[in-house]
């Protein structure tokens, strides 16, 4: 059985010896960030499945979209328009109704609205799909830009991808002009 202090023992032992003749230096450099990603990827999952999913999303009980946004806003210390759209990607109207959502009652965010304001404000795959179900979404495995999107929302914690990895991703596998998040180029900054 494979277990966190296996892959830590085993990564110290490449660290430690030299592997000559059986693996470049390359190749030993790439399985020992494996193996740390491997590690990094069953912390993560012990730690779900530990805390359960339900008791993740307890937190939201009885809150609005947008109650649950600004929440999460307010604890990684975006406070204005500009830090909303250098985060997400969003252009300035649609991040100036997220910021002042109660002028705006009827306005419901859409799929192409919600996915990179959950990435930018690092909700989890879980955390996502109930506030894309708030918003009346639902990502369907049947099409192709949603699995991708699916892909994404499961790993995009764990490599610490921001938007602009998540539209490279998207690039990779020909889907950006159909699934970009956010409204920005890739190389484009504000």
């Known amino acids: 059985?494979?277990?966190?202090?296996?892959?830590?023992?085993?990564?110290?032992?490449?660290?430690?010896?030299?592997?000559?003749?059986?693996?470049?230096?390359?190749?030993?450099?790439?399985?020992?960030?494996?193996?740390?990603?491997?590690?990094?990827?069953?912390?993560?999952?012990?730690?779900?499945?530990?805390?359960?999913?339900?008791?993740?999303?307890?937190?939201?009980?009885?809150?609005?979209?947008?109650?649950?946004?600004?929440?999460?806003?307010?604890?990684?210390?975006?406070?204005?328009n500009k830090g909303l759209i250098k985060a997400t990607h969003l252009d300035p109207t649609t991040c100036s109704k997220i910021m002042n959502y109660e002028k705006h009652p009827s306005w419901t965010p859409s799929l192409k609205i919600t996915l990179p304001l959950c990435i930018a404000l690092r909700f989890t795959f879980e955390e996502t799909e109930y506030l894309l179900k708030l918003n009346g979404h639902a990502l369907s495995p049947e099409?192709?830009?949603?699995?991708?999107?699916?892909?994404?929302?499961?790993?995009?914690?764990?490599?610490?991808?921001?938007i602009n990895d998540c539209n490279m991703h998207l690039k990779e596998k020909n889907m950006l002009s159909e699934?970009?998040?956010?409204?920005?180029?890739?190389?484009?900054s504000i």
Not at 69 to 80: Q, S, T, V
Not at 144 to 161: A, G, K, N, R
Request: proline share 2%; net charge neutral.
């Open 1 to 80: 059985m494979i277990t966190i202090n296996t892959i830590s023992t085993l990564i110290n032992q490449l660290e430690d010896k030299s592997f000559k003749g059986i693996l470049s230096k390359s190749q030993l450099y790439l399985t020992i960030k494996c193996l740390k990603l491997l590690m990094k990827l069953l912390q993560q999952l012990i730690e779900n499945n530990l805390s359960g999913p339900s008791d993740s999303l307890s937190k939201f009980k009885n809150k609005s979209f947008f109650e649950i946004i600004k929440e999460r806003m307010e604890a990684l210390d975006i406070k204005n």
């Open 179 to 188: 699934g970009r998040l956010g409204n920005f180029d890739i190389d484009e």
């Open 143 to 162: 099409k192709p830009v949603h699995c991708e999107y699916i892909v994404i929302l499961s790993v995009y914690l764990l490599f610490d991808w921001d």
